[in-house]
């Protein structure tokens, strides 16, 4: 276009089809970059209409000259310091231009690394930082080498995404404190900031140990006044972010991005620094219909408050929040400028004048429109700090970079790594010591040891599931906090049953021995009255031989049940762990690496000798029977998989999104909430956001089907799960309103999508369950439909066993708090208790029966274990078929075929094929007339 003009003279006009206007009186200065680091060559035809003006790289000498300036007149201030200060500024300077000349030659930008791009701004922040300290603090070459490392860490270091690259630096860095006669040891994990709130200056923090108490205390001040409540556990690396954070914007112009991956509280971060150094933080709330006009107005408010009342301000971005490339264009020119083109209408310069006015004048300057609006601009560039938190997965944040080069140059870039082996013990010892219980166990430091080993091998394996499979397992700090959270607080429920199971049988225990004594006192009275009153006295011995018959047998099954629960309780700790990890990290697995999860898991608590029960498994620890069945009823596939998910979602502390391809999700979610009056809406529905209001409000079940790979950011408060009290009411944001939380409320997100790609930031948001069918998920479903069929009779006596042992199990308890209250509070003759030999009686006969059921459910599952295996080649053929069949879609799209359509055409092969004696006949005959029926419906 630009070439157009230069050649022609003008355009064509776009509406005016082939009138070409002709443009006067323009000239053109246009800037460019060297080609590199994304930055591509302009055409000849271009260039030869420009004349060249080339900015070389300054000289080192004028490097300098210009930072031996700037140093030196802060130098000079330091009256405490007995040194050679012109020696020590040249030395500094000397050896910053130096350590900045080696990285932009070693550091090269990458597609990986794309934000490695330093220039002198880099040079001058360091010196920039150095000058925030206090003169009179510094006393000797120690404390302003160790400054200096200091600030070169933040400039040059925060930003490396890799530890190669941080230790490269750091040895480079501590070569040159090296030759300043300062030891390594020196400055190993310096801190500096300004976290006293009696001592605003910017010194040294020695005492690490006080850090986490202050930030809490500071912490526990903001959510005085403050919502949504933060909520951050400070350890070594978060203490570490916060002061880089507040070193930053506590700066005149100083701005930042947060880069990082891993779901780590940024956000929170920058509330917290932002808190300590006094200034309001203000993130803009995307609403549904939020457009580049309303965005426009929002960041002007914030500037004018800034610009007009002299305050400072942080506003807060995230990159997961831009619905349009717009914004992230204006963020660019605020960056550089504090400006973005034509965003002041008459009557803001107005305001902006009549205000701004008096403080020219007061200056001694000329209070001329031009003078008013620099003055303005100078104020809010100095009060208004901008910190992005940016993801640098994928081509976005690449192409951001490269279109966008403020980013990078008018910003401190700190990146959020992983946590480190340390970081994460640290979190987990935090947590774990708020259950006072474990601290008493021998294996305590191995719980936590544990905890860590579980969150890396689930980070092994997300990378060999995405290796393997070519799907993605979204593994975050949040996931880690999960796990954590889930354990303290299932383990508690857990406890709580089983200490007050214990407490009920340990009392019928003593009540049962100390009547055993009664009754035994009982029968040698009788005995002795014998000779006196024959009759009467056999009688009585009968009852109380009787009665003491009962009470040894009741009293043998009530030690069972005392050795039984203490074996429980032995075990609960690595059987909630083993759940709690499942739950936190098991969702987008499937079947295959969740079993292999299960095994190092159990491994990792036999190293550390964590006792846990043999049979611990997430459905083992956190379903039964009975619920499992439930959940089938409903719609549920029966599939281990499947029942697993479902358990997911009752315990999980997120909201649920379904991969569910095949729409079983959808399906049991609909039966399930039926009854509950289930809001289903799409977020194409132009009622979608009244839809979810009323049924936040109103506390009912919500199915937000069909979504894609992005979400509208309206979204946020509710997947987040920020409400907060307002006037004894809980509430939440939704858009540009307040709407009352009901706490029955719940949320179920669904997509048709087989793989889809979701940002990082959204897996810590939701719990993303997989429900894609597997092989094995596939063969499992198949065999319900081959048992219901071919063996029904071991299907009905399994579901007939589950139900039988329940309603036993029920009325066992029932019986035994019978017993328990009847010898607590019997008064008369105990054996002329008639209730109470009944009940005791009862009770062997029930216990009797559970031992039965027990044992015919045993046989009755090997039975179904053993059909299956006989059935086999009738679920391997079917499932390759399957799989065969859904490929298709690769050749054209008109082949899709859903799998309620393949189980119809399965079902009525069973039904259709000729019944046979000889087991492997019948199996000949379903596999060629199921083969025939789908051939014939596919082609």
Known sequence: IIRQWMDHGGWYDKKAVGVFKNILDVNFVCAIGPPGGG?????????????????????DSCK????????????????????????????????????????????????????????????????????????????????VVKLWYHECCRVFQDRLVSIEDRDWLGEKMKERVSEFGVGCSEVDNLLYGRLCKEDKSYTEIRDHAKIPVILQEYMDDYNRVNTPKLDVIFFRDTI?????????????????????????????????????????????????????????ESVKSVLMRSGIEDTPAVLLFSDTERSNELFIEYLNSLLCSGDIPSLYSPQDMDVICNSIRPVVEKAGLRATESN??????????????????????????????????????????????????????????????????????????????????????????????????????????????????????????????????????????????????????????????????KLVATQRRVKAQELMGVLQDETAKWRNSITRLDKLQENIIGDVLLASGAVAYFGSFTDNFRDSLTQIWKSKLIERSIPYSNDSSLLNTLCDDVTARE???????????????????????????????????????????????????????KDFLRRLENAVRFG???????????????????????????????????????????????????????NPSYTHELAT?????????????????????????????????????????????????????????????????????????????????????????????????????????????????ARILFFCVSDLVTLDPMYQYSLEWFFRIFLSSLAGAEKRGVVADRISQINEYFTYSLYSNVC
Not at 808 to 822: A, C, G, Q, V
Request: hydrophobic share 40%; proline share 3%.
């Open 765 to 877: 948001k939701l719990t993303i369950l997989n429900f894609s069918l597997t092989p094995r998920r596939l063969e499992d479903q198949l065999m319900c439909f081959i048992s219901a069929e071919e063996t029904s009779d071991l299907e009905d006596t399994r579901n007939c066993l589950i139900t039988n042992n329940a309603r036993l199990r029920r009325e066992m308890k029932e019986i035994e708090n019978t017993i328990l209250f009847k010898l607590s509070n019997n008064v008369g003759d105990i054996v002329e208790d008639v209730e109470l030999i009944d009940a005791l009686q009862t009770s062997k006969v029930k216990y009797q029966e559970i031992l039965n059921n027990v044992a015919t459910s045993a046989q009755n599952n090997t039975a179904i274990a053993t059909t299956r295996s006989v059935y086999t080649p009738v679920l391997v053929r």
């Open 700 to 754: 009912k079940p919500c199915l937000l089907e069909e979504v894609g790979e992005d979400l509208d950011p309206v979204l946020d408060p509710i997947l987040t799960r920020h409400t907060y009290t307002q006037a004894g009411s809980v509430v939440v944001k939704l858009g540009d309103k307040l709407v009352p939380y009901h706490e029955d409320f719940r949320l179920y997100i669904t997509t048709k999508l087989h």
């Open 64 to 143: 300098a000259t210009i930072f031996c300036s700037i140093l030196g007149a802060w130098l000079g201030l330091c009256t405490n310091l007995q040194v050679d200060r012109a020696d020590l500024r040249d030395r500094l300077v000397g050896g910053t231009i130096s350590m900045f000349s080696t990285i932009i030659s070693k550091l090269l930008p990458t597609p990986s690394k794309s934000h490695y791009v330093f220039n002198l701004r880099d040079i001058s922040k360091v010196f920039h930082g150095i000058i925030l300290t206090q003169p009179d603090s510094i006393s000797s070459i120690t404390d």
């Open 631 to 685: 959940y089938q009823l409903s719609g549920l596939p029966r599939d281990k998989t499947s029942v697993e998910n479902a358990v997911i979602v009752k315990f999980s502390k997120r909201w649920s999104l379904f991969i569910d391809p095949q729409g079983q999700a959808n399906r049991w979610i609909r039966s399930l909430e039926r009854e509950n009056s289930l809001d289903v809406v799409k977020l194409t529905d």
């Open 39 to 59: 930055r591509t060559c302009l055409t000849p035809r271009l260039l030869r209409h420009f004349n060249f003006l080339s900015f070389p790289e300054l000289e």
């Open 372 to 533: 008013v609006f620099a003055e303005y601009i100078r104020r809010v560039r100095d009060n208004c700090h901008f910190v992005i938190c940016m993801s640098p997965v994928g081509d976005l944040f690449r192409c951001r970079i490269r279109k966008f080069p403020n980013l990078v140059n008018c910003c401190n870039i700190d990146w959020f790594s992983e946590w480190s082996c340390d970081s994460l013990r640290s979190v987990a010892d935090t947590h774990l010591r708020r259950i006072s219980e474990l601290y008493r166990l021998p294996y305590a430091d191995g719980l936590v040891g544990v905890c860590v080993d579980m969150h890396q091998s689930v980070m092994r394996a997300s990378i060999e599931y995405t290796t393997e499979l070519d799907r993605q397992s979204c593994v975050t700090s949040v996931s880690y906090m999960e796990l954590l959270r889930l354990f303290q607080s299932i383990l508690a429920v857990k406890m709580s049953e089983l200490n007050e199971e214990r407490d009920r049988v340990s009392r019928g225990l003593d009540k049962l021995l100390s009547t055993v004594v009664v009754v035994s006192g009982l029968q040698t009275e009788v005995e002795k009255a014998q000779v006196k009153e």
């Open 240 to 296: 570490q972010h916060v002061c880089r954070v507040s070193r930053i914007i506590r700066q005149p112009q100083g701005s930042a991005i947060l880069l990082g991956v891993t779901g780590d509280d940024r956000q929170s971060l920058v509330r917290l620094a932002s808190h300590m150094v006094g200034y309001s933080c203000v993130q803009i709330e995307m609403s549904r219909m939020y457009g580049v006009k309303e965005w426009r």
